[in-house]
């Protein structure tokens, strides 16, 4: 497994704050009707998170010469593109020979962003020889930079955090289950439990960000139905080298080639099996 440098996990950063800084900013709260389509119904984009994208790609492959991109706004002009997640897979399954694989959300919140409110998110993955070793989430409202490395742990604005040692006792925990995708039987399961296990927050309609209320303490869980590998890949490192788990509702760890619904991250071990108990189990 090649490694990850401080100079690559650096690079990465800079080129996150770019792309903020010269595509998605300017563009927040100034878009056009002409400006944000639907992929499918319901799914938006908008030319901030194609023009983003195009720049963190592009930068991405200079990083990483030979290095393959699974960027979200392609995917969708491309699914063979997931093929290079899954070794021996569509696209040459890239990852069975050790290749490096980036995973990009260039705007992650899309609906939030296109109705000019916040938060959103920049986030990207690294995955060499189909491991997780580099994770990266900025919110460029809020002023938020997250950092893994594996076996490194994890950063918010360059200085290391450790979740889950502290947490609340059992009955006060906060958290946010995103009900939206949820099955209906699941969805009444979890928003009835919620009250159990404390306080069940709304969720905020950006991935990125969820994980970031994680690592700064906002919340010691987060359930998710759908789990886009662009969605999660990034901020599933992020907990787990800050002491966390990401974990699908059987208890597998989670890795973003598996093709399957449903994600309970949370901040320690006791935590994710008191949300599982309250949220999930019948």
């Not at 930079?145 to 200085?159: F, P, S």
């Not at 927050?201 to 010691?220: N, S």
Request: net charge negative.
């Amino acid at each position: 497994m090649a490694d990850l440098t401080d100079t690559l996990t650096d690079d990465v950063a800079e080129l996150l704050h770019r792309a903020a800084t010269d595509v998605v900013l300017p563009l927040f709260q100034q878009l056009d009707d002409a400006d944000v389509t639907e992929k499918a119904p319901g799914d938006l984009v908008t030319v901030a998170d194609q023009r983003a994208e195009e720049l963190i790609s592009a930068g991405l492959r200079r990083l990483r010469p030979g290095s393959v991109v699974v960027g979200e706004e392609a995917v969708a002009d491309d699914s063979s593109l997931l093929g290079h997640l899954r070794p021996g897979g569509a696209g040459g399954g890239h990852l069975s020979g050790g290749g490096d694989v980036w995973l990009v959300d260039p705007v992650d919140g899309t609906a939030n962003f296109a109705a000019g409110r916040r938060p959103f998110a920049l986030m990207v993955a690294l995955l060499t020889g189909g491991e997780q070793v580099g994770a990266w989430v900025l919110d460029p409202l809020g002023g938020t930079l997250a950092v893994a490395r594996a076996g490194h742990g994890t950063t918010v604005n360059g200085a290391p955090v450790r979740i889950g040692d502290a947490v609340p006792p059992p009955g006060e925990l906060r958290g946010t289950a995103m009900t939206q995708f949820l099955p209906p039987k699941l969805r009444r399961r979890a928003e009835a439990g919620g009250e159990r296990i404390g306080a069940l927050l709304p969720g905020q309609h950006c991935a990125g960000r969820e994980y970031l209320d994680m690592l700064v303490g906002e919340q010691q869980f987060v359930l998710f139905w759908r789990t886009l590998p662009w969605d999660h890949a990034p901020g599933a490192l992020l907990v787990r080298e800050a002491g966390g788990v990401a974990r699908r509702f059987d208890g597998s760890d989670y890795h973003p080639a598996e093709d399957a619904p449903g994600l309970l991250v949370a901040a320690n071990e006791r935590v994710w099996a008191e949300a599982r108990e309250a949220l999930i189990l019948d």
